[in-house]
């Protein structure tokens, strides 16, 4: 049983260009979220999404950011025109459909991403 | 306010002895979740223990264990006889149930250095 896959694992581009993280969650999990992590800090809430549909977007930046998971294929984080301050490690987790507060997320490994 | 907070940036521990770090949480919710994730130096989140909010015992899984203590909001990790493997970074989180039951709250973490 796989575990939560993103890809790639590490990512880099130039100021301006468009970065795509790709998020697919673990067999039978429908819940997926998205968290940033800057250097030396913690994890930041992003997006919650389920299958077609955004849940609560309410850590996504207005601008730049948009984040899908369509009903097939992965998640999809899109970052457009990037800037420095994009770079971080972006972290995918997934839950099953009746996620209560005791159900742990499942994490992937990252994408880190390096805007030069 | 701040849903998790780690005080401590920065931890060391001998080898073989045991370490708390510490972890205190603010919820009005009745029903929360709370975990403890290591992520060494390769970047990955891995799970480490959960403690419920209804729970009477403390939560226990092997070397790790959670000392709850409900009234003061604190779900303190002790690693008991730490390995060199200890080493890493180690999050505080909570998830909620009736409110925001999707988001995982982090802390910013407390560095871990187990010396030989």
């Known amino acids: 049983n796989a575990g939560v896959m993103q890809n790639p694992r590490h990512l880099v581009r130039r100021r301006g260009q468009e970065a795509r993280l790709r998020c697919s969650p673990m067999k039978g999990h429908s819940h997926v979220y998205w968290y940033r992590q800057l250097p030396e800090e913690g994890l930041k809430f992003m997006v919650y999404?389920?299958?077609?549909?955004?849940?609560?977007e309410s850590g996504m930046p207005k601008e730049r950011f948009s984040a899908e998971f369509p009903k097939e294929g992965p998640s999809i984080l899109r970052i457009q025109q990037v800037v420095r301050g994009d770079s971080a490690a972006y972290f995918c987790?997934?839950?099953?459909?009746?996620?209560?507060?005791?159900?742990?997320?499942?994490f992937g490994q990252g994408t880190r991403l390096t805007v030069v | 306010a701040q849903k998790i907070t780690q005080t401590q940036p920065g931890m060391f521990v001998q080898e073989k002895e045991a370490v708390t770090l510490d972890c205190t949480y603010d919820t009005s919710d009745p029903s929360y979740g709370l975990f403890w994730y290591k992520q060494p130096s390769s970047g990955e989140m891995i799970f480490l223990i959960y403690q419920g909010s209804y729970d009477q015992q403390n939560a226990t899984e092997g070397r790790y264990s959670l000392n709850f203590q409900k009234a003061r909001k604190s779900a303190n990790l002790v690693i008991s006889a730490s390995q060199l493997g200890d080493s890493a970074m180690y999050f505080c989180?909570?998830?909620?149930?009736?409110?925001?039951?999707?988001?995982?709250?982090f802390g910013s973490g407390t560095k871990l250095n187990v010396k030989p």
């Open positions: 987790a997934s839950s099953p459909l009746t996620a209560d507060s005791n159900t742990e997320a499942f």
């Open positions: 989180a909570m998830r909620e149930s009736q409110y925001n039951f999707n988001k995982f709250y």
């Open positions: 999404l389920q299958k077609e549909n955004i849940i609560d």
